[in-house]
């Protein structure tokens, strides 16, 4: 009797492994790893946004993995993710912190998830061309709580009620780490490369602990790339198996962000100088707001002691400079016409900018005319006797 009740008692307290403390948490960030994988490849770039396609052995693994590791639903992440996209930051966004509250989807962001996975319309309406094979069916959809269910069971087979612990880390890694994170900071706080339509962050240039998700920004810019690196110094973990999986052939790259070329001696822009512009809009947008930063150096800097202008006015100024000008309140306007009471350079940058934003966004133009308005905007930056301005348009006409 003593020994059935040990042999018990032995294996709650070790499972069948007898794994040692650090042994257990090298399990824990193996197996949540792979869900975070699982997530950013299968049901994010794969599944919401169709930027690449997955062979049969990686795609049907991912599914049964992540039905045993979070109980999600293929349909009902990219339906939510999808609409998202669709209303993003507006008041039938699922999880915008803008309008939402940053507390509220970092603290009930899973709740947040919940409630709209129950509104059939947004499932239905978003929710098309994800798996609805018989498994899917019958297992993965039907009984998505199974999958958890029998997870724990593993889990506590393998270490004892020890098991039970590594458990709710794994039920608690994708709420932690996308839900809040990627949901609330990502629109909340960090930096941007590139200017899009919503509040859109990259949390960290590293992208290795949520799978390359840190990159929230670049994604949101370039919503169908697989890739969500842009810059040199970010680093994209997702994309790195991608590749790997494509030299084996079990994944195709479908679409990733252009990539700018230039024609170095093109003295006037042509009309392969607006389809490139056009496409590369955002890296040109980026590369207006660096120039920008050139010319307020150069004009502010001499003037901090000259004009006597105030520390606060000048570094809110700077921002509002940075930001989409149709995003600026009327007081906001106020304070940059304030400011460019003292710069000329600084109120022709502005303007300029608003100029070229409008090439790409008159639909209604033919391309002619919008190549005469490239044409014409780059004659007077260069005629402006703005150095970064100048700078600026000899590169613009340049892409190819």
């Not at 690449?52 to 039905?67: K, Q």
């Not at 009327?330 to 090439?359: D, N």
Request: charged share 20%.
């Amino acid at each position: 009797m003593n020994t059935v009740f040990d042999a018990v008692l032995d294996f709650l307290s070790n499972g069948v492994t007898r794994a040692s403390g650090w042994q257990v948490v090298a399990y824990t960030m193996v197996v949540t790893h792979i869900t975070i994988v699982a997530v950013t490849i299968f049901l994010h770039r794969c599944q919401s946004h169709r930027a690449l396609d997955l062979h049969a052995i990686p795609s049907h693994f991912f599914r049964f993995w992540l039905w045993l590791t979070t109980g999600m639903v293929t349909k009902e992440f990219a339906a939510i993710h999808r609409k998202h996209h669709a209303k993003c930051e507006t008041e039938e966004d699922p999880h915008s912190p803008v309008t939402r509250g940053i507390k509220k989807v970092l603290l009930e962001g899973t709740e947040l998830y919940r409630a709209e996975s129950k509104n059939l319309e947004t499932i239905e309406k978003y929710g098309t061309g994800t798996p609805d094979d018989w498994i899917e069916r019958n297992l993965y959809t039907k009984h998505s709580a199974w999958g958890v269910v029998l997870m724990m069971i593993i889990d506590l087979a393998l270490f004892g009620v020890i098991g039970i612990t590594v458990w709710a880390v794994q039920m608690a890694w994708i709420p932690v780490t996308a839900t809040a994170i990627i949901n609330g900071i990502g629109h909340y706080w960090g930096y941007r490369n590139y200017d899009c339509a919503d509040a859109a962050t990259n949390v960290f240039p590293i992208g290795i602990l949520i799978g390359g998700e840190e990159l929230h920004n670049n994604h949101h810019t370039f919503g169908t790339s697989a890739k969500l690196s842009s810059k040199w110094y970010e680093f994209d973990i997702g994309w790195m198996y991608i590749r790997l999986m494509e030299m084996v052939g079990l994944a195709k790259v479908k679409k990733v962000a252009p990539t700018p070329k230039f024609a170095t001696a093109k003295l006037v822009a042509d009309l392969d100088t607006l389809q490139a512009v056009i496409a590369n809009r955002y890296d040109v947008m980026a590369k207006y707001a660096k120039s920008l930063k050139r010319t307020w150096q150069a004009e502010i800097e001499p003037l901090k002691e000259t004009a006597k202008l105030e520390p606060g006015f000048l570094k809110s100024s700077k921002k509002l400079l940075q930001r989409e000008p149709a995003k600026l309140e009327t007081p906001q306007k106020q304070q940059l016409t304030e400011l460019f009471l003292h710069s000329k350079a600084l109120q022709t940058m502005h303007e300029m900018r608003v100029e070229l934003g409008a090439i790409w966004e008159r639909s209604h133009f033919t391309r002619d005319q919008l190549l005469q308005q490239l044409q014409d905007w780059c004659a007077r930056a260069e005629a402006s006797g703005i150095h970064a301005l100048q700078d600026f348009s000899r590169r613009l006409r340049s892409y190819a």
